[in-house]
């Protein structure tokens, strides 16, 4: 599935309440440096869309959009796999059963017996598109399809911990603050997740990024090259929801 249709995958924004009723925190990860995508960047928890996560879906949606709900099934184990927490899943969760399950699924690598072995179900409609990214870039040596997804955790009183084989930090953040750290050079952000994370910025609740999601339906963003006045530029469509739409190609992460 890879080549001219790009590598399927999926990442989760996981929201919590901000603190003294201030903006939303999101979850990010810092990836190792060792990895060939993003090594050393801040990212969403995310990851390729599986076999497993395909089989799995053709029992969740046998009538429906079988892909769109793999990707959603990709984004939910991707979350438990990197970050400990359960998203997307009905049954009895508390801290102990979520690690009970996140180390049954890192030896089975799939999320099918986890569901069966803790007695819980799949609720896809947990996590929400909000955007989907594919470069279409035939130079770079893969090219991921990726859709982001919207998820509320509501409290903050959650356990989480790093998976060390692809990722070396986790930590919440606002929008804002990210942007902020990634200006004065303590954060690395690749151009999809700065851009994502200028959008996220304007939201002031969960609630209100669901306005937005209906207020811009999601749609693939492509981005594309310009040259204006003598200087590269990487952009974006107008339209679709972000509030900054270019930025110069000098000095760019790209990710890859």
């Not at 819980?120 to 929400?128: E, G, M, N, P, S």
């Given at each position: 599935m890879a080549g001219q249709d790009g590598i399927?995958?999926?990442?989760?924004?996981?929201f919590r309440h901000g603190r003294d009723g201030g903006p939303p925190e999101l979850l990010m990860v810092t990836r190792s440096r060792s990895m060939s995508f993003?090594?050393?960047?801040?990212?969403?928890?995310?990851?390729?869309?599986?076999?497993a996560d395909r089989?799995?879906?053709e029992t969740?949606?046998?009538a429906g959009d079988t892909d769109e709900a793999a990707h959603r099934i990709a984004a939910i184990r991707e979350t438990l796999e990197e970050t400990g927490l359960v998203i997307g899943m009905v049954g009895e969760v508390d801290a102990g059963r979520a690690s009970e399950a996140r180390e049954l699924l890192l030896a089975r690598g799939e999320l099918a017996p986890v569901l069966e072995a803790m007695g819980?179900?799949?609720?896809?409609?947990?996590?929400?598109l909000f955007s989907r990214w594919y470069p279409k870039n035939e130079k770079l040596p893969r090219v991921f399809d990726t859709r982001f997804y919207l998820a509320d955790?509501?409290?903050g009183a959650v356990d989480i911990a790093v998976d060390e084989t692809e990722n070396t930090r986790l930590f919440w953040t606002t929008a804002q603050n990210a942007l902020d750290r990634a200006n004065r050079g303590e954060l690395v952000l690749i151009?999809?997740?700065r851009r994502n994370l200028e959008r996220l910025a304007g939201f002031g609740d969960f609630a209100a990024a669901l306005r937005d999601c209906e207020a811009h339906p999601p749609r693939t963003i492509t981005p594309f090259f310009e040259e204006r006045d003598g200087e590269g530029w990487i952009c974006i469509p107008d339209a679709a929801g972000y509030p900054v739409t270019a930025e110069k190609l000098k000095g760019l992460n790209r990710g890859q």
């Open positions: 399927p995958a999926a990442t989760v924004v996981i993003a090594g050393g960047a801040a990212v969403f928890p995310g990851g390729r869309v599986d076999e089989r799995l879906a969740v949606s046998p819980w179900t799949l609720d896809i409609a947990a996590v929400t955790l509501g409290t151009f999809p997740t």
